[in-house]
């Protein structure tokens, strides 16, 4: 299984980014991608999920109403639209697929792709 997130950038606060994720390899429908952050000094945390078979996701509480998780299964892609983006929105960005259902715990991910760099800043 590989994953390769891209959309990473320089965005001013109230701005947008979207960033993709495409993948290769998963055969089984019964699948999560999670997209988590990790700002300098900061762990890694789970920014939003979603579950490929029933559409579920989850938003951490932070980017609730300003984040949109989708996925396009004929580009095997997962998208994260970013609006209104704040300066603590900085980090960067990592996709990760794991099968089954949809967890937030990094260590039950066992597919990464290589991060993304997000910066909000005027």
């Known amino acids: 299984v590989q994953l390769q997130a891209s959309g990473g950038g320089l965005a001013q606060p109230g701005g947008s980014l979207r960033l993709s994720c495409v993948t290769s390899?998963?055969?089984?429908?019964?699948?999560?991608i999670g997209w988590f952050r990790q700002a300098p000094g900061k762990e890694r945390e789970g920014v939003s999920c979603?579950?490929?078979?029933?559409?579920?996701?989850y938003y951490t509480n932070s980017v609730k109403g300003r984040f949109d998780v989708s996925r396009d299964n004929a580009q095997s892609t997962v998208s994260l639209q970013m609006d209104s983006l704040k300066p603590e929105d900085t980090a960067v960005y990592f996709c990760?697929?794991?099968?089954?259902?949809?967890?937030?715990?990094?260590?039950?991910?066992?597919?990464w792709g290589r991060g993304t760099l997000v910066t909000v800043s005027s």
């Open positions: 990760a697929a794991r099968l089954w259902d949809i967890v937030t715990d990094t260590t039950r991910y066992p597919y």
């Open positions: 390899g998963l055969t089984s429908k019964y699948y999560a």
């Open positions: 979603i579950n490929n078979s029933d559409d579920s996701t």
